[in-house]
């Protein structure tokens, strides 16, 4: 397994494959592995002749320096579980130097409007943060594809539209969310729980499935009550958010309508610690 901690090493890698037209498939993460970026690599190393991955905590994009400094860095058991998995996976880990070149700022971005629901609402500049890092390291691996787990859903639209409108030519693949036996959605984020709070964040899920069934027979602010009300039932957990969004343009309804789909979506803390998730309302 070659693990390259610069980039112009790992461009001078690179730009042969590129010039033999070989693909490239790319899965940018944060590190602190778990089975969704894995599924996320195995599709990867099915329809790519190679494969990318970026281990790399980005500043820019956490408006909330403690969640930044309490962010799992494991990158020793990272490789180790990349490497169990197959030894064809490259790995790009730099150091924020490599990345920022002594600048640590994100550049300001316009996604139509997608930036200002959500995640957006509630963490001023995160996205800015997202599409620095995105785009920089679309600019470094060149990928013909590149892996975003649909557990950030809002985010996977937010990088198809900065695809789109810096004509970056690299397909953007959405992979399903990668839950745990207990339906909890997938995230670095787990690590920092306790065994008890990690079994009754199985709840999450719980509601979500069941405003799904409470969606299709009641109305927009009847299931928004479901949600709410289940989880005052629940002291240990604030929820921050609830929303319901058309899938495209992330805008929250008040009433829905035929021929569109629809998402739920949560963010909410347990133990202090910000756990989010999503399901198709369809």
């Known amino acids: ?64 320096t403690e ?10 058991r990272d490789v180790q579980i990349m490497q169990d998995l197959s030894n064809n996976i490259i790995v790009y880990a730099p150091e924020v130097e490599d990345i920022y070149e002594g600048y640590t700022a994100s ?14 609402k509630h963490r001023p500049g995160h996205f800015d943060g997202v599409g620095t890092i995105v785009k920089r390291l679309f600019e470094i ?20 539209k900065l695809v789109s409108k810096y004509n970056i030519s690299v ?7 990668h839950r ?29 499935n069941s405003a799904k069934e409470i969606f299709k027979r009641n109305s927009v602010v009847e ?20 929303e319901i969004a058309e899938e495209t343009t992330l805008l929250p309804i008040s009433e829905k309508e035929s021929n569109k789909k629809y998402r739920g979506f949560i963010a909410i803390f347990i133990e202090n610690i910000r756990l989010i998730d999503n399901i198709s309302l369809n």
Do not use: W
Not at 8 to 28: R, T, Y
Not at 182 to 207: C, F, H, T, V
């Open 67 to 76: 969640d930044l400094d309490k962010y799992p860095r494991t990158l020793e």
């Open 107 to 120: 550049e300001s971005f316009d996604y139509d409007g997608l930036e200002n629901q959500m995640e957006g």
């Open 180 to 208: 745990e036996a207990n339906g909890l959605a997938m995230s670095s984020r787990n690590e920092r729980l306790s065994e008890p709070a990690r079994e009754k964040a199985a709840i999450i899920y719980q509601i979500l």
């Open 141 to 160: 691996v060149k990928p013909s594809k590149a892996y975003f787990g649909e557990k950030d859903f809002q985010q996977l639209q937010i990088v198809k």
């Open 223 to 242: 299931t928004h009550q479901f949600v709410e009300n289940e989880f005052k039932k629940h002291p240990e957990f604030q929820l921050e958010y609830f």
């Open 171 to 177: 397909e953007i693949i959405g992979c399903p969310i």
């Open 1 to 64: 397994m070659l693990i390259f901690n610069k980039k112009s090493d790992l461009s001078a890698f690179l730009s042969p494959l590129l010039n033999q037209n070989k693909s490239i498939g790319f899965v940018p993460t944060m590190g602190a592995l778990h089975q969704g970026h894995l599924s996320l690599l195995k599709k990867s190393l099915l329809e790519n002749d190679v494969t990318v991955m970026s281990i790399f905590v980005n500043p820019t994009q956490f408006n909330n």
